[in-house]
Nanobody, 121 residues
Framework: QVQLVESGGGLVQPGGSLRLSCAASGSIFSIYAMGWYRQAPGNQRELVAR???????NYADSVKGRFTISNDNAKNTVYLQMNSLKPEDTAVYYC???????????????WGQGTQVTVSS
């Protein structure tokens, strides 16, 4: 099995910052990518940022220049530094990882439990 454990959400004022972390553990053979998605009430889940073990990143246009995704391959951990937060960033943020498990030949998607980020004055 594989587990993704997130931390770092909370309430912040507009213009503030938060840092999310997500650690993957379990029977991992290799990680192909890790990233963050978010879902606001009434909206579909959307990609926020994604990073490969080699450091290739991609971001949603709405967060470019404000959010930075990074990783620590040795710890199977991904981070999302969120600066200049806006009320429209309010959502549940989900960690995602594309992982090949030990003794398994295919890659699966795994999700964290979600962490609430609320940007409000």
């Amino acid at each position: 099995q594989v587990q993704l454990v997130e931390s770092g959400g909370g309430l912040v004022q507009p213009g503030g910052s938060l840092r999310l972390s997500c650690a993957a553990s379990g029977s991992i053979f290799s990680i192909y990518a890790m990233g963050w998605y978010r879902q606001a009430p009434g909206n579909q889940r959307e990609l926020v940022a994604r990073i490969t073990p080699g450091g290739t990143t991609n971001y949603a246009d709405s967060v470019k220049g404000r959010f930075t995704i990074s990783n620590d391959n040795a710890k199977n951990t991904v981070y999302l530094q969120m600066n200049s937060l806006k009320p429209e960033d309010t959502a549940v943020y989900y960690c995602n990882a594309q992982i090949r498990r030990l003794l398994i030949t295919y890659v699966d998607d795994y999700w964290g439990q979600g962490t609430q980020v609320t940007v409000s004055s």
